[in-house]
């Protein structure tokens, strides 16, 4: 199975070099690396020259644009502008982050996945960072929840849900789609990818009322919203943020912020919801 992959970036000089390094030792080589250097004011651009002048495979796009980094739709968009450079000659896409080392053996695996069955539309392994001199598990989400720095889609399942939308949510409202049309999503606990950079790391405070909007914009509704708000403050270790994301969803509620999905979906995405607390509840 041919894969591409592509790279939003933004000023990650310190870290690209390994990741594309990480890349082209690979025991199975994509076909196509894009790295969309999108505004950066150091050497990113640089980096990814000489990479791809000792592989042709490698190629750079460079893109302008506020250099505010908000999460979701700024990598979406630096996504879409690598997307439009490529050809229909994949199986299998991949939008990576720049900060990221793949284990060699890591597409290699992911393709087997993809080959062993056609109903897998998502796949992906999941992110350690290293603490104290150890890699640990970067324990923000579930772990049948594949994180948007690593997301592997089968061609098809990646068209039928209309590709990636450019809001934060993008890699949540991605998998309840893929689940909606009846693909399996599916995530390797073997496959450890070292993430170097935080997650959030570059956020400003403006993002914090985001994730609660993400939440609205999902059609998630109030209860599931607070109960997700709650388990994801408490995850990141600042209880806090609870009143910050109930915040978001409110604001986005009362401005009728249009949802990433249609009201069909929407009711599949609760009720999908409400049938996951239940389960670990009981």
Not at 15 to 32: E, N
Request: hydrophobic share 40%; with cysteine.
């Amino acid at each position: 199975m041919n894969y591409y992959i592509v790279i939003p970036s933004h000023n990650e000089e310190q870290f690209i070099g390994l990741t594309l390094q990480s890349l082209i030792d690979q025991t199975v080589l994509p076909q196509k690396i894009v790295v969309v250097n999108d505004h950066s004011t150091d050497k990113t651009a640089e980096i990814v020259s000489a990479f791809a002048q000792q592989h042709p495979f490698i190629h750079l796009v460079n893109k302008t644009s506020d250099a505010v980094h908000l999460p979701g739709s700024k990598v979406i968009q630096a996504f879409q502008k690598g997307l439009e450079t490529l050809d229909d000659n994949y199986d299998v896409i991949v939008k990576a982050d720049a900060d990221l080392i793949f284990p060699a053996n890591y597409f290699e695996t992911i393709i087997r996945h993809f080959e062993a069955d056609a109903t897998i539309g998502m796949a992906g392994g999941f992110a350690y960072i290293e603490k104290n001199g150890h890699w640990i598990l970067e324990n923000l989400t579930d772990k049948d929840h594949i994180r948007g720095a690593f997301k592997a889609y089968r061609k098809e399942a990646f068209k039928q849900i209309g590709g990636l939308r450019p809001a934060m949510g993008w890699d949540t409202v991605d998998e309840l789609l893929c689940k909606f049309y009846h693909w399996k999503v599916v995530t390797d606990e073997q496959l450890q990818v070292k993430h170097l950079k935080p997650t959030g790391a570059n956020y400003n405070k403006a993002s914090r009322y985001k994730q609660g909007e993400a939440f609205y914009s999902l059609g998630y509704g109030f209860i599931i919203t607070c109960v997700a708000s709650l388990k994801l403050a408490m995850r990141k270790g600042k209880p806090l943020l609870f009143i910050d994301y109930i915040k978001g969803f409110l604001k986005a509620k009362s401005a009728k912020k249009p949802l990433l999905v249609t009201a069909e979906q929407a009711r599949f995405i609760r009720k999908y919801r409400w049938q996951k607390m239940k389960e670990k509840l009981l």
